[in-house]
């Protein structure tokens, strides 16, 4: 859909994924079963958007290919993997990072809070990030159909370690720690002080997409055509 020039481009996907097929730039590519981190073995680039240990297996093979890593989205920054995000890069850190074959993705909230950061100037920004299902992947998003048509039946039944998604807006364990680890990557981007972003996550009940609540302080200049 963007354009991204290749010759030739391969889905690979665990036993459970594969087989079945995508459609890509007009056309059905078939969704091979990924065997090892040498099926990576020469091709130019490898986006991995897979479960964390695969993300890992790969990188500590090195196959060959440029790593663009998207399992660190739910990670904190780390100096051994550099953490790129479209637009907030500048050009000459780009050039400096030439030399490295592994690069981090932040969470999709880091870039916007670091957006909104950069242009309020110094000073602390504090956000909410309010997650919808298809944050926490394909079995969230099931788990949250499945409650909310047994509430709406009267046959909600809950195990001792399940939490009720449905109808329901949670702070639990996983999103304060998503919420610290939101916090890093956008003060990270910015080359700020850890500290210089607070961030609260909540879990809502929608199937897709999420939202941003930021509140700051900043100076803006304004013109006499300003209004």
């Known amino acids: 859909e963007r354009g991204f020039p290749s010759e030739d481009l391969k889905l690979f996907a665990s036993s459970k994924g594969a087989d079945g097929t995508v459609k890509c730039a007009g056309e059905e590519l078939l969704v091979e079963e990924y065997s090892a981190p040498s099926a990576l073995a020469g091709f130019d680039v490898a986006f991995l958007a897979a479960p964390e240990d695969v ?4 990188a500590a093979a090195a196959p060959g290919p440029l790593l663009i890593d998207l399992s660190t989205a739910s990670r904190l920054p780390s100096q051994a993997i550099p953490m790129l995000s479209p637009g907030m890069v500048p050009r000459e850190r780009i050039a400096e990072l030439r030399r490295h074959r592994h690069f981090a993705t932040p969470h999709p909230a ?3 809070l670091a957006l909104f950061a950069s242009a309020l100037g110094p000073g602390r920004l504090a956000a909410t990030a309010m997650l919808g299902a298809s944050a926490s992947g394909q079995r969230m998003i099931a788990r949250l159909v499945k409650q909310t048509t047994d509430l709406l039946g009267a046959r909600l039944d809950l195990g001792d370690d399940e939490s009720q ?4 807006v949670t702070m639990r364990e996983n999103e304060r720690a998503l919420a610290d680890v939101i916090a890093a990557q956008a003060a990270a981007i910015l080359a700020r002080a850890p500290d210089a972003v607070s961030v609260r996550a909540g879990a809502i009940p929608v199937l897709h997409g999420s939202a941003l609540g930021i509140q700051g302080a ?3 200049e304004a013109s006499d055509q300003d209004w």
Do not use: K, L, S, T
Request: proline residues 7%; aromatic residues 8%.
């Open 218 to 220: 900043g100076e803006i």
């Open 55 to 58: 993300a890992r297996e790969v």
């Open 165 to 168: 998604r449905a109808f329901n």
């Open 110 to 112: 880091a870039p916007a």
